[in-house]
Structures are given as C-alpha cells and as structure tokens.
C-alpha cells in the first residue's frame, strides 16, 4: 500500500484547503476482456487476467489511509468493477459511509442491475464511469461489449434515479459500422435528451495490444501508423516511434464512404447538442397514492401526465424493457387493441422507447424516478417556466 505521508505534509503546508482523492486498488485485469476483450481495449497489454483483492484487505486499505490521512474520498484506479464485491465489499463499504462519509469512484460494466445501482449509491460508491462506448446494438456487437444500446439506456436512467454520477463516452469511427447505425443513433437522441449525456464523443483510438492492433486486417484495419502526437511530444529525441507509441492512426475501407461519413458527423452535431443543452431532471416521475405522476419539461413545453391504473401498471411493467407480447401476456385481461393505442400515444410523447434492435421491438418507460419532494423541484420548474404550452392529463 502507497505512503503518501510526505504528500500530504506538502499539502498541508502548500493547498491546505483542497480535497485530495486517494487512489485506491482492489482489482487488476478485467473479467469482462479474459472472456472476450473488447475489440478496441489495449489496457492491460502483460496480463489481461482478473485477479483481486480479498473485500477485507481492500476495507482495512481504505481503513488505514483514512486514519493516516483524513481523507474521505476514494478513486478506484480498477478497470472494472468485480461483481462479487456487491455481496463481499460494499456491505463493509457502506459502514464506511455510513460512519465517517467515506465516497467512492469505481470502473463498471454497464449492465448493473437497478437495485445494484442502489447498493453502489447506498455503499457511498457516488461517482462511475461506465464502459457505455456506443447506444447501437450492431456496433457495440462489433465493439463486443456484451451490452445492448436498450441496456445502455436503461442503465444511464437508473443512475439518474439514484443519483449515482455517471461519466462515459460516445466512440465513432468503429471498424464495421454503417450509415444505418448512425441513422438508428439519430432517432434514439431525441428520446434521451433527459438523461446523462456523454462527456465525450470522440474517434475510436487503435491502441496497442487491443485487438484491432493484434489482428488489424480482420476489422479491415490497414496503414497502421503511429500518432502524429509522438514526434510532437518526443521532440526529435527518437525516431522509434513504431517500437514506443501506444497509439495508432490508421486507414478504413469505409473512410471514403460519403453517405457514412454525412450521417456521423450529423449525429456528432446532435451529441454535442444533447450535451450542451442537457439540464437534469426534464423527464420525471413519481407515484403518489393511487397515481403515477410524469412532468416533461423537455423541449421547451411543460406537461404533466397523471397515469392510474391499467396504464400505470403497463407503464411500470416497461421498466426494464419489455416485447409487445410480453405485456400483452401480463395484462391479458386489458384489450390488446387498448394496450397498442397506450404505448402509441406514450412513444408519441417521447415517454416510451420503442427499441427495434432487429428483434422484436421492445419497449422502455424512460422517466427518471424521483422523489415527491424532487418532483415539487420540477413542478416548481414548470409553473415558472415562461414556455409553459401544455398540461395535459392522460388517465385510462
Ligand atoms: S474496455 Fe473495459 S470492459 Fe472492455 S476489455 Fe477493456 S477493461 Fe475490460
């Protein structure tokens, strides 16, 4: 474990007022790449190999830098999360959080559960970043991070919930992608302006000991060079750069594809859009008494949407995603013509996605759970907003 005690002396004497993150380990590897790397992923170039810490060293790491420095908040230099540590570490995390207001920062995968989401947030683990990468279910198959775009959607919407802080970002420019997954991602943004947006957008790098490096011609990968960014950095002190860099530029079939190439810089366009209007809670929903209670304030209008039960159940129903026939067979005894007419009218309004990832279309309510005293927040929003257009109310 690192001695950082002549740090914190300078510290003291030199920033006394700035909050210092400790750097933490529990894991080195990564159980998602020993299984199947993701294509792009040059981390871990000697061993890829997941191997962690016991939940109690790591506790009684986090136990001692605490008690030699003060500090209370943690980053977890990890490249993932280990997926044991729900039942082994953060009960004894959230003592610590409990106790002494110890945070956390953790690497996930993106297919934590909502209740595991919860216990993250409960146990004092208040910040991720998440390996989200892309929201289209072909290029994230090429990317192969055994996720789908609904999962991805749906994650970021439970962290909302939660409040959990999640950072991630959009790659483009992945081997194998088309002028379709762009065109799919472009219907998608509208949906999801209510929820977190990607910190960055940016070009798939080619990094040494990923995939794409160890076998370019199968992604079709050709002219591999390194970084212009090297001799800049290096300043003529070498000319090696093939033996030094970590990162690659390198030439696709499809860089001279014009229709691919106009639809993913439109959908770069609308991204940075979706990031530089992004303002929290404008998709909510609480359930009071008999009621579930939706305010929009997306788009410059404000509506309130009061759903009773049927309309609410199905609504709920659609949490995690569901098929048609999957709620037709759970509200068996509601008409399926009134089940369509519903989740029409709620894909209508920008509530529910309809999520056609060339199976059969599924379905995902997309508010964000907040509490009463949070909804009031956005009420209050909307009574003040000078855009007020529409209150509506749907009841069924
Ligand atoms: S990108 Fe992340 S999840 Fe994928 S193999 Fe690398 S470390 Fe693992």
């Known amino acids: 474990m690192p001695d950082y005690t002549d740090y914190f002396a300078q510290v003291k004497k030199e920033m006394p007022d700035i909050t210092v993150k400790i750097p933490i380990e529990s894991s080195r590897g990564c159980w998602w790449g020993q299984k199947c790397q993701c294509s792009f992923c040059g981390l871990n170039g000697l061993s890829i190999r997941y191997r962690t810490k016991s939940a109690e060293r790591v506790l009684s790491e986090i136990r001692r830098q605490f008690e030699h420095y003060g500090a209370t908040e943690f980053i977890a230099v990890d490249n993932i999360l280990n997926p044991l540590f729900f039942r082994t570490f953060l009960p004894g995390l959230r ?32 910040e991720v970043q998440a390996g989200i990468e892309n929201l289209n279910d072909h290029v994230l198959k090429l990317m192969k991070k055994g996720t789908s775009g609904l999962e991805n959607v749906r994650f970021l919407r439970d962290c909302a919930s939660h409040g959990l802080q999640v950072h991630y970002s959009l790659l483009w420019g992945t081997p194998g992608e088309t002028r379709d997954d762009y065109i799919s991602l472009r219907r998608l943004i509208p949906y999801i302006q209510h929820l977190p947006p990607p ?71 609308e991204g ?121 109310t749907v009841s069924s």
């Open 95 to 126: 003592q610590l959080y409990e106790r002494y207001g110890i945070t956390f920062f953790y690497e996930i995968k993106s297919n934590l559960t909502d209740s595991e989401i919860q216990s993250l947030n409960q146990s004092g683990v208040k």
């Open 199 to 269: 910190k960055h957008i940016v070009p798939v790098a080619l990094a040494r000991f990923s995939p794409y490096f160890n076998n370019p011609g199968k992604y079709g990968i050709r002219n591999v060079r390194p970084s212009p960014l090297y001799p800049v950095l290096f300043g003529g002190m070498t000319d090696n750069y093939d033996r030094l860099a970590n990162i690659f530029n390198f030439d696709l079939d499809s860089d001279n594809d014009e229709g691919l190439n106009m639809e993913r810089s439109s959908f770069i366009d």
């Open 272 to 392: 940075q859009a979706w990031r530089e209007t992004y303002s929290g809670l404008s998709l909510v929903y609480s359930e009071f008494e008999e009621m579930l209670i939706i305010v929009d304030i997306r788009y410059g209008a404000s509506k309130v949407f009061l759903l009773a039960s049927p309309a609410k159940d199905i609504a709920l129903f659609c949490l995690k995603g569901q098929t048609d026939s999957n709620i037709k067979k759970a509200f068996s005894d509601i008409s399926e013509d009134e089940i369509e007419k519903f989740l029409r009218r709620m894909v209508e309004k920008h509530i529910v996605l309809p999520w056609d990832g060339g199976r059969p279309v599924r379905y995902l309510f997309l508010p964000v759970q907040v509490s009463m005293e949070r909804m009031h927040g956005t009420m209050d929003a909307l009574r003040s907003g000078e855009e007020c257009q529409e209150k509506k």
